[in-house]
């Protein structure tokens, strides 16, 4: 299942159409919570559910060998930029086969193949100078006093310099470095991270001592909102008087350690002497390094290229420079150094922000993206009959989150992530579905589709390709059906979504689920954080299947040893006669639209737009599949396609523009926004 883009310490409200499904199952948390998902441990808790590890029937068997695959190291977490992912394709497809699907359906073969972006590189020209009044020059040297930023853009700037204090603009705190400035067209420096850091009790400690005004990408969206030229990001002082700090701390303990071992070798007997020596060795190594790491230490740290992940494509250039750079500058421009503006910020909570007259800012940045050829797996069992034309989408995922990294709940770990119930669950349980309905000898009165889905870690991105890019017509897709973390069933507990998408499915699901002793939890909306979504922005019946939320949910301890295989054959069983009932009806489920439930509409006091993302969208501005029904988006006539480059006064050009304009809005006031529809404005 995907985190979406659910980073901030509130959820951005684009996904507030899913949100009550989340809601529900526990994994949001109430208002002023720095998290979107709930808090669990850093090391999980013992799962309930234990490995069965000899299942009764061959087909448990069967299911248990293809999780113990899927989720093995081997396929290093199925993250969409590793070779891993491509073992998992080849595996399904080869699976799909043997099930006796059609697997030669995109170009005689079971793979539709598109590209992403999945990183950067750095480009052949990154240089960069401070110019001044009468000739006056600062050269910067790469690696030395900057470097280029990995979740930037490319490009050439020769403009004039603003520093910007922290780039903060938070009208709920009553703080904004922006204030009576003018950063159009100009080159922005923005020191990292808050005001007033290591007070637990200043408006920007948040949560956990957490803020969102911290973030990297908040103040990048903000400076390009204002019309900035470019960045240069520079540490604040505070941080790296904390790093400098932190080493002459570990030398103390390193000479104490020292003091105690040659104590113990001066006391030491015969017998114990040798060791008492080994002891002392270490001590008079472990201080050695101490002292060199502080001699050698650049407290004042450039980030490394990659830090804070890949740009989405935006254009401004983002670089790094360092302390002693923008003191340099400062000084030529008859400033106060960096430390003591920050001094002054924290003493007051008030900016010090200003124009640096006459000098401008002359350089290139090269970052290049990375495209990275993904694949959605697709295996096609045809019907028989007049309504053989007419198709139903089986899907789930098979992609996880690799090694970590953005996507993961355990952010400093770089261990495989296997994803054994996200989603190597989805995807066994998809091929088990695909056995039985194959095995039919009767041929099924519609088509059914199979579909491995890439991507939706990153965004449902194979689920939105393939309804812009359908193998058969997007029109007589009649239902999608979707597993996604079916893997831990416990106390028989089965949450179903969508069931309201069609009049006939609720009372269908509730009857089929006696047969297999399921415990129901309907949620009717068709909009959530997983493939459905962008079936039923296509306004195409959804249901989709989960068993519900754990504590090694996207964290690297999510293996095959906490699946519970008999509870996924009763998942399976369950969806085998939905498909069977749906194609075996003579009518087509007939599409609802759900208006967006009441009780989202109150979470996080928020403002509430309803445009639901397209993550597949290529280009500037801020792509979109559809409206939530019933929403401000959709009644102001927004539709699948638009893209959106402005709001209000402030420019998009991706998603976290967008929800940090929305932010700048209250709940019922009325905003202008500006759409690119089919290349027109």
């Given amino acids: ?114 590209t992403i972006n999945t990183g950067s590189k750095l480009g052949p020209t990154n240089q960069l100078e401070l110019t001044g009044p009468d000739g006056k020059t600062i050269p910067l040297k790469y690696d030395q006093d900057f470097r ?59 949560a956990h001592g957490i803020s969102r005004y911290a973030a990297l990408r908040y103040k990048v969206s903000t400076a390009f909102g204002k019309g900035a030229k470019a960045i240069l990001f520079v540490n604040d002082d505070y941080s790296t008087q904390e790093n400098k700090k932190e080493a002459k701390e570990l030398e103390q303990d390193a000479i104490e350690e020292l003091i105690t071992a040659t104590d113990n070798w001066e006391k030491s007997s015969e017998k114990k002497q040798e060791e008492a020596e080994r002891e002392l060795k270490k001590a008079l190594h472990d201080i050695q390094q101490a002292r060199q790491v502080l001699k050698d230490a650049k407290f004042d740290k ?39 503006l920050e001094q002054k910020i924290d003493k007051d909570l008030k900016p010090e922000s200003f124009a640096l007259a006459d000098w401008k800012a002359k350089g290139e940045i090269s970052v290049e993206q990375i495209r990275t050829e993904i694949k959605n797996v697709i295996g096609v069992l045809e019907g028989k009959g007049p309504h053989a034309d007419e198709t139903i989408v089986i899907g789930a995922h098979y992609d996880h989150v690799g090694y970590g990294g953005e996507g993961s709940l355990a952010p400093e770990s770089t261990d495989v992530h296997n994803g054994a119930d996200d989603n190597a669950s989805g995807t066994v349980a998809l091929i088990e579905l695909a056995r039985r309905l194959a095995a039919r000898h009767t041929p099924l009165p519609r088509r059914i589709v199979f579909i491995a889905f890439t991507g939706e870690e990153r965004g449902l991105i194979g689920s939105a390709h393939y309804v812009k890019n359908p193998v ?100 399976v069983g369950f969806l085998e006669e939905i498909a069977i009932a749906t194609a075996e009806n003579p009518k087509r489920p007939e599409y609802v639209k759900i208006e967006r439930p009441a009780t989202t509409m109150r979470s996080y006091n928020r403002p509430y737009f309803g445009s639901i993302p397209d993550f597949g969208g290529e280009g500037p501005g801020y792509h979109i599949s559809g409206a939530s029904p019933g929403s401000p ?44 529809r089919e290349g027109k404005r």
């Avoid at 159409?17 to 002023?32: D, F, H, K, V």
């Avoid at 980030?303 to 030529?332: V, W």
């Fill in 148 to 206: 280029s930023c990995s979740f930037g853009g490319s490009g050439k700037f020769d403009a004039e310099l603003v520093f910007c204090g922290y780039g903060i603009d938070a009208d709920d705190l009553k703080y904004n470095d922006y204030a009576d400035l003018d950063v159009k067209d100009k080159v922005v420096i923005i020191m990292r991270r808050t005001p007033q850091q290591g007070d637990k009790n200043s408006p920007f400690a948040g």
């Fill in 633 to 676: 988006a959709d009644k102001a006539g927004l539709k699948a396609g638009d893209t959106i480059i402005k709001m209000g006064k402030t420019k998009i050009d991706g998603l976290d523009d967008f929800d940090l304009a929305l932010r700048m809005f209250s709940p019922g006031e009325e905003v202008e926004v500006t759409v690119m």
């Fill in 472 to 571: 058969f017509d997007i029109k007589n897709t009649v239902a999608m059906l979707n597993m996604d973390m079916v893997g831990r069933l416990t106390d028989d507990k089965l949450t179903v979504f969508g069931t309201g998408t069609a009049p006939r499915w609720e009372k269908l699901v509730e009857e089929t689920a006696k047969t297999y002793d399921l415990k129901l939890s309907l949620k009717p909306e068709g909009f959530g954080p997983s493939d459905h979504s962008s079936f039923y922005g296509k306004q195409i019946p959804v249901l989709h299947l989960f068993t519900g939320t754990h504590s090694d949910y996207h964290r690297p301890s999510d293996d095959w040893d906490k699946i519970n295989i008999p509870g996924m054959q009763r998942v």
């Fill in 1 to 114: 299942m995907s985190v979406w883009n659910i980073k901030s310490n509130v959820a951005p409200v684009i996904f507030r159409a899913c949100l009550s499904s989340l809601i529900g199952l526990g994994l949001l948390l109430s208002p002023g919570s720095s998290l979107v998902f709930g808090e669990t441990p850093a090391t999980p808790v013992k799962p309930e559910i234990k490995a069965q590890s000899e299942p009764d029937s061959v087909s448990g068997k069967r299911m248990l060998d293809a999780i113990k695959y899927l989720a093995s190291d081997e396929l290093e977490g199925r993250g969409v930029d590793t070779r891993g992912i491509n073992l998992a394709a080849d595996y399904i497809a080869k699976e799909f086969q043997q099930a006796g699907l059609n697997v030669k359906v995109v170009e005689e073969t079971a793979f539709q193949k598109f």
């Fill in 302 to 340: 450039l980030m490394e290229f990659g830090y804070a992940g890949s740009g989405d494509g935006r254009s401004i250039p983002i670089a790094h420079i360092t302390i002693a750079a923008c003191n340099q500058l400062f000084k030529a421009a008859g400033k106060p150094t960096l430390q003591e």
